[in-house]
Structure formats: C-alpha cells, structure tokens
C-alpha cells in the first residue's frame, strides 16, 4: 500500500470564505477514498485550489466557454488512463480541481447541509472527472452520483435528501 501514495496539493487563492479547520484533511481523505474505490495503483498527484466566484467564473469562460460561475471545475491531465508523471515522484499527474469556495457556502445552505459535506462532494465529484468520468449521458450521471454518494458515506458525510436519485 505505501506505493499508493496520494499526494494532494491544496492552495487557497480566496478570501471571500474562511477555510474552517479540518478541511483540507478532508479534501485528502476523499481523493483517497475516491482512488481507491476506483483501485487506482501507484502514486498519484492532484492539485485541489480554492477560488471565489469570480474568479471560477473567469476560468469557466476561458476554458468551458461559459460565462458564468460554477461550484468546481475540474482539468484533467490524463486522457483514457494513461498520465503524466511527475518526474521527481513517479506520481501519476491527475490534474486540476478548481472550488469556488463562495459557491459551496452558498450550496451547502441551499442543500441544508454541513460546508464539509458540499466540498466533499465537489472533490469527489471532481476527482471522478479526473479519472474520466463523464455525467453528459444519463446512465454515466447515475454510475457517477452512486460513486460520489459512496464516498460521502465512507467519509460519515451524511447524505442529504436533496441529492437522492
């Protein structure tokens, strides 16, 4: 298992929200718990930023041709399982989950649940993209939230009603 290793790189580019304690470990549990529900091998890399809505709206203009702003984004550095490695590591480069943190306070209240609960559910949901995971076609939409509702309960992040199928 210590050839597993996940490395999660977390940066904070906001100050709309304050980054409640205990969250970033979060993030890391659940990239962890997403790879290995998926029996990701060998060591893997992923970049998890928080932004504000602006900011997430820039970036879904420049890149999605939307403009508007999002919960998350994600960019994904491999294509069909086959990914860069970081040469220093060895780690498999993932890729980039990009978290309006103005957006999940926003959705968590809306979702009436916990901010850890909405930002666990963004990475998960996010680190299935980076694994090519895709949610245009129904049935994919339905394999993903069982995946990410998986997650969410292997964490102790209560489901909410508002997420059941």
Partial sequence: MTDNKIRVIITNNQKAVKIPTGLRMLIRRCCN???QLEKFQGPAEISVTFVDNQE???LNAQYRN???ETDVLSFPMGENGVYDTNMDTGAKILGDVVISMEKAVEQSKA???SL???VGYL??????HLLGYDHIENMDR???R???ELVMEQLGLPASSSYII
Avoid: C, G, N, W
């Fill in 123 to 128: 990475t998960a949901h996010s680190v299935l």
């Fill in 116 to 118: 850890q609960r909405e």
């Fill in 33 to 35: 718990a997403v790879l």
């Fill in 146 to 148: 069982e995946k990410e």
């Fill in 142 to 144: 339905v394999r993903m």
């Fill in 66 to 68: 939307k403009d508007t």
């Fill in 111 to 113: 979702f009436d649940h």
């Fill in 56 to 58: 997430i709206r820039k």
